[in-house]
Structures are given as structure tokens and as C-alpha cells.
């Protein structure tokens, strides 16, 4: 009996430290990490209007049926600083703002579930931009250096993509009437539409790499291959794509 | 009866042409209103001087002539009146420094410390819109030559530039990176277009180019200067 009760008490107090230790260290990183993700819910009506700020980092933006915007943020650094504000009918996150005289706040990860009429207006130092599912009345991806641009399933009447070096990717449908805008320095742009997509298109890459596919026709003006000037179908929609060293591509849906 | 109407009937009264029932009316008015009563004996003390003194006084030599005198002069002062309201107004700032200012203490406190926020709005608003601002952009091009309009655009890129290297230092390493690749990139287009314009001056895909690396790269530094 003496002997078990030793034994116990032996191994008990070989293990309290590490016990210890462990309970501190889930206590500690539990705590840092929920400094770290910010997650929040705002009611909305379905034509809401989304402004995202960001420094560096990802941002991905798709719809749900719902009509609510959940906002989560991952934040590398606890210093980080992120007060979205909610105004009538849109949601302003600033993290350029939030963040002034806080000095290097690092990478700010977000990913927004947004209703399916949204217009959104997304900007980004540096990182990836991802929007899906969006029918809205506009949608601005801009990445002031590098970083890829992808947006999936998009109708909207105003599409805007721009970075510097990366990718851009559009796969949607061009509204009657609508404008949308693609430029990168140093990167491929694909724009994947519907075959009965009627625009008309201003393409431009010195590096000569435009291919129109199935949306080329004897009606477009060409200066030597750097530049395409013409009307698909009967030209409701104004587009105009811009690629320094990159490829332009359409494909067809 | 009222005082104003029986006034207007004592002369009336005093000449005799009053009928019976308004005389008994004034009467009785004035029999109970002490300053028509007086009103009606002085008329009356007028009215019994002139008569006894009827024939007594000397008539003008030429009556004609002096009303005539009389006239003109009222006349003239008449037209005197008018010219005066007409006189054209002093302006405002005559006004303002014509007047005599007779100022309080407090008034005059009051004044100066008006004058300091007014003099220190002007001052905020005037460091805010024309203070540290960027040399202005010239409109586009009527400068023949394009490197001299290169060099017009560069002057405001290398204000913003300053600004950015300002900065420069509070940035992660990696975004000191990744500025300096993608501004590689943008110069590399710029001087891609560049050498395609100096080798065929008319072509306007390589200007168009042209103009739009500038833009991106001032916007770019724009964007990092305050980061």
C-alpha cells in the first residue's frame, strides 16, 4: 500500500513540471492567437457595398445567401489594429488607417462571406486577391505591386483589375453597357466569357502575346500585333485590357 | 364730439357759420373739455386783435412781387432738400474709414482675438492645401521633345520618391523588396518604351505605354509614401 502510494506520488511529481509547462503554453499560445483572428457579423441589406484596405495580405471575398457580412481577419502581428466601420449600406475595413504610427503591422489575411449583390472594393499593398460569385454592380481589385487577381463567376456592370507583377484571372459575363478594365505590368491576363459575349475591346501588350481565340473576327484593327482595336458581337460592353510583358488571353465558357 | 373735430369747428364757430345743432353740440363739448376751451379762447383773442386793429397795418408796396419772393425762396429750399437725398452714398469702405471708432476695452479685446483665429484659419488652411505639396504636374505635353516631357514627369516622381525613402525605413524587409521588383519592373517598362519612342518617335502604342508606366509608377510611389 505504501509502496503504490509512493509510486503515485513519485510520478506525480515528475510530471507536475511538464503539466505545468504544458498548461502555460496552451494558456499562452490560445491567448495569442485569439489577438490574433478578429471574426465579426454585420447585418446588411442585400446591396451592400464593401471597402477593404489592406497592406499586405490575402483577401478573399465570396458570396453566401445571406444577408450579412461575416468578416474574419488573421493577423500576423499582435500589434495589428482593425476597426471596421459600418455606414447605411456599405462596410469600411482601413487597415492603412487603423494602423498609422503602429509601424510594420505585417501580413493582415481576410476572407469576407458577402451578400451575392455586393459591389466590392478591394485594395491591397501586396497579396493575393480572390473574389467569387459576385453579382454586384462593381468590383475593384487592385494590388499596388505583386500579387495574382483572381475573379470567378463575377456579373457586374464595372470590373476593375490592376497589380503590378502577377496574374490576373476574370471568369463572368460582360453586362450590356458595362466597362471593365484589366491591366498588369508583369503577368498573363485571361478573361474567360460566354461565347455570345458582345463588347468592345481595346487590347494592348507590346511583348505582342494577345490571343483573342473564338472572340477574333475580320472587324479588328491591328497595329503589327501590339495592339487589338475592335467590336465583338455588337459592342455593348466597353473593355479594355493592357499587359506590358504578359500574355493576354480569351477563352471561351 | 371728439377734441379733432371740434377743433376744425371752432373756427366755424368763432365766424358765425356754424348751424344751431352743431353749435349746440361744440358747446356741450366744450364745456367739458378744458383744452378745447382754451384752443377756442385763443383763436377768439386772435380773431378780436385782428379786427380791432383792422386798417392798421401797412400792406406791401407790391404784394404781387413779395409773394413771388416768397415762392421762389421755399421753391429753391425745396429743390435744396431733394439734391441732398440724392447725394450718392459713400461706398463702403469710405464709410468704414470715415467713421470715428470709439472702441470699449472689451470691444477692442474682442477685435484683436477675432483677428488671431482668423489669421490662424487661414494660416491651418493654407499649410494644409499648399504645404508640402508636390511640385505641380504640368498638363500633358506641349513640349515637342519627349525626353523633355519624361524629364517634366520625373521632376514629380522624384518628389514622391523622396517621400517614399523617407519612409523607407519603417518598412519589413520584405516590403523594401518587394517595392524595389515591382519599381525594377515598371522602369524597365518605361525604358522599353522609351527606346522604342526614340527609334520611331510617331509611334503612339509606345507612348501610350509610356504614359501609362509613368502614371504607374507615380501612383506607386504615391501609395507607399505614407505606408
Redesign the interface.
Given at each position: 500500500m505504501k509502496a503504490t502510494s509512493l509510486f503515485r506520488s513519485t510520478s506525480v511529481r515528475r510530471s507536475l513540471p511538464f503539466a505545468v509547462a504544458t498548461v502555460i503554453a496552451v494558456c499562452f499560445s490560445s491567448a495569442g492567437f485569439a489577438q490574433q483572428h478578429l471574426s465579426k457579423r454585420y447585418q446588411t441589406g442585400k446591396n451592400v457595398r464593401i471597402e477593404l484596405r489592406n497592406?499586405?495580405g490575402t483577401i478573399v471575398v465570396e458570396s453566401w445567401n445571406k444577408d450579412e457580412i461575416r468578416l474574419s481577419a488573421t493577423m500576423e502581428s499582435p500589434n495589428a489594429h482593425i476597426v471596421p466601420k459600418q455606414m447605411d449600406e456599405s462596410l469600411i475595413v482601413d487597415v492603412?488607417n487603423d494602423n498609422r504610427g503602429r509601424?510594420?503591422v505585417?501580413d493582415v489575411n481576410f476572407k469576407l462571406q458577402v451578400p451575392v449583390s455586393s459591389s466590392v472594393d478591394l485594395e491591397t499593398?501586396?497579396g493575393q486577391i480572390s473574389v467569387s460569385n459576385i453579382r454586384g454592380s462593381s468590383v475593384r481589385a487592385h494590388v499596388?505591386?505583386?500579387g495574382d487577381i483572381e475573379l470567378t463567376n463575377i456579373t457586374a456592370g464595372q470590373v476593375v483589375a490592376q497589380n503590378?507583377?502577377g496574374n490576373i484571372f476574370f471568369d463572368g459575363e460582360f453586362s450590356t453597357g458595362g466597362t471593365y478594365e484589366f491591366?498588369s505590368?508583369?503577368g498573363d491576363i485571361t478573361i474567360r466569357i460566354p461565347g455570345n459575349s458582345a463588347f468592345r475591346l481595346v487590347a494592348?501588350s507590346?511583348a505582342r502575346k494577345i490571343a483573342l481565340g473564338e472572340f477574333w473576327n475580320n472587324g479588328f484593327k491591328t497595329?503589327d500585333g501590339?495592339?487589338y482595336v475592335g467590336d465583338v458581337g455588337d459592342g455593348r460592353s466597353s473593355v479594355s485590357v493592357?499587359n506590358?510583358?504578359g500574355q493576354i488571353t480569351f477563352l471561351r465558357k | 364730439m371728439n377734441c379733432e373735430k371740434c377743433q376744425e369747428l371752432i373756427h366755424d364757430l368763432l365766424d358765425g357759420t356754424l348751424s344751431r345743432a352743431d353749435e349746440f353740440t361744440l358747446n356741450t363739448h366744450l364745456n367739458e373739455c378744458l383744452d378745447c376751451q382754451s384752443v377756442r379762447q385763443d383763436l377768439s383773442a386772435i380773431l378780436g386783435f385782428c379786427r380791432s386793429h383792422r386798417g392798421e397795418y401797412e400792406t406791401p408796396p407790391n404784394a404781387q412781387a413779395l409773394w413771388l419772393r416768397i415762392r421762389n425762396v421755399v421753391e429753391a429750399e425745396a429743390a435744396n432738400v431733394k439734391v441732398k437725398s440724392k447725394a450718392p452714398r459713400k461706398s463702403f469702405l469710405a464709410d468704414l474709414f470715415g467713421r470715428s471708432w470709439e472702441l470699449s476695452l472689451p470691444q477692442l479685446a474682442s477685435f484683436a482675438v477675432a483677428i488671431m483665429l482668423l489669421v490662424s484659419i487661414v494660416t491651418v488652411v493654407g499649410i494644409r492645401r499648399f504645404g508640402n505639396n508636390p511640385p505641380i504636374e504640368q498638363p500633358q505635353p506641349l513640349a515637342s521633345n519627349i525626353n523633355e516631357r519624361v524629364f517634366q514627369r520625373q521632376q514629380v516622381i522624384n518628389y514622391w520618391k523622396q517621400r517614399v525613402e523617407l519612409n523607407k525605413a519603417r518598412w519589413s524587409p520584405e516590403m523594401r523588396d518587394t517595392f524595389d521588383r515591382n519599381l525594377q519592373v515598371i522602369d524597365a517598362a518605361v525604358t522599353q518604351s522609351l527606346n522604342e519612342l526614340n527609334r520611331n518617335p510617331h509611334d503612339d502604342i509606345s507612348e501610350q505605354m509610356l504614359n501609362e508606366s509613368l502614371n504607374d509608377k507615380l501612383a506607386l510611389l504615391k501609395e507607399f509614401s505614407d505606408l
Open positions: 497592406i499586405s492603412m509601424g510594420d505585417g499593398r501586396r499596388s505591386t505583386e503590378t507583377i491591366k505590368t508583369k494592348a507590346p497595329q501590339r495592339r493592357t506590358f510583358s | -
